[in-house]
Nanobody, 124 residues
Framework: QVQLVESGGGSVQAGGSLRLSCGVF????????MGWFRQAPGKERERVAQ???????TYRPTVNGRFTISRDNAKQNLFLQMNTLKPEDTAMYYC??????????????????WGQGTQVTVSS
């Protein structure tokens, strides 16, 4: 059984930093696209950042320059370094992964595997 387990969430003041991690368990093949999503109360889930096996990164404009996504292909772990956090970054953050390339996963529900989420709260 495949499991994605996020960690690293917490509460910080605006301007602070957090580093999220996502461990992947039970996968025997290489996951090509891995990404981070978030969902705030009352809002739709949105894609934050994604990264392909070959290292190609994509960010939503509101986090570009503040967040950095990275992965360890050997361990199939995923990371999100979040700097200069803002109150509007407050949300539940989810790790997601799929065997297909990121360009084949344009929506927010197409990823095959999802974690349970880790809460990020940024206070002003």
């Amino acid at each position: 059984q495949v499991q994605l387990v996020e960690s690293g969430g917490g509460s910080v003041q605006a301007g602070g930093s957090l580093r999220l991690s996502c461990g992947v368990f039970g996968v025997t093949s290489s996951l090509y696209c891995m990404g981070w999503f978030r969902q705030a109360p009352g809002k739709e889930r949105e894609r934050v950042a994604q990264i392909d096996w070959d290292g190609k990164e994509t960010y939503r404009p509101t986090v570009n320059g503040r967040f950095t996504i990275s992965r360890d292909n050997a361990k199939q772990n995923l990371f999100l370094q979040m700097n200069t956090l803002k109150p509007e970054d407050t949300a539940m953050y989810y790790c997601a992964a799929d065997f297909r390339a990121c360009r084949s996963l344009p929506g927010t529900d197409g990823f095959r595997y999802w974690g349970q989420g880790t809460q990020v709260t940024v206070s002003s």
